[in-house]
Structure formats: C-alpha cells, structure tokens
Nanobody
Framework: QVQLVESGGGLVQPGGSLRLSCAVS????????MGWYRQVPGKQRELVAS???????IYADSVKGRFTISRDNFKNRAYLQMNSLKPEDTAVYYC???????WGQGTQVTVSS
C-alpha cells in the first residue's frame, strides 16, 4: 500500500528556511503527480505546491517566490524548500500523491521568534 513519511519540520525564526522531505513507497513514484499540503487547527488542509510527474510545478499565491517543490525519482522522494518563512506558515505539512487518498503523519513547522 501507499506509504508517505514526511520529515524535516521544526522550529525556525521568521525569515529562516527549512527543507521538508517526503519518502514515498508502495507506488510507482516517477509517474505520480505529488503535492505538499498544510493544515492548521480549525482550518481545512490547503494545497501549497504541486509537481507533476514531468517536473512542472505550481504554487499557492501565499508561498509563491518563497517555496520550491522538487522531486528525486531515483530516491522516491519529494521535497519542499521553504525560504523567508513567516509566522503564518506555521502548520503541519503533508505530502500526497494526487492519485491516492492516503496521507502520512505530517511534519510540524513552527515559525516563531
């Protein structure tokens, strides 16, 4: 079955950077369109960035120019490089294949001074 394991979250000061990683198993990764989502308590999960199987990416307006999604098909991993972090980026971040309704445990990102 599909398994997704997110890592790389933590506490960072405003303006700082983090790189999230998502290890994917149980599916043929290189044909998957992948997305990074985030959720704060009391709000719906939102799509932050998406990357197609061919490497084309799109971003939510709130992160455009600050976040970069990428993938390594040899390692079966997706990444989210987050720069110029803001307190409003605080959330639990999840990765997901667009083709499967399976979520990992997420990784907490907290942006605070």
């Amino acid at each position: 079955q599909v398994q997704l394991v997110e890592s790389g979250g933590g506490l960072v000061q405003p303006g700082g950077s983090l790189r999230l990683s998502c290890a994917v198993s149980g599916i043929i990764f290189n044909v998957q369109d992948m997305g990074w989502y985030r959720q704060v308590p009391g709000k719906q999960r939102e799509l932050v960035a998406s990357i197609s199987s061919q490497g084309n990416s799109i971003y939510a307006d709130s992160v455009k120019g600050r976040f970069t999604i990428s993938r390594d098909n040899f390692k079966n991993r997706a990444y989210l490089q987050m720069n110029s972090l803001k307190p409003e980026d605080t959330a639990v971040y999840y990765c997901k294949s667009h083709a499967y309704d399976t979520w990992g445990q997420g990784t907490q990102v907290t942006v605070s001074s």
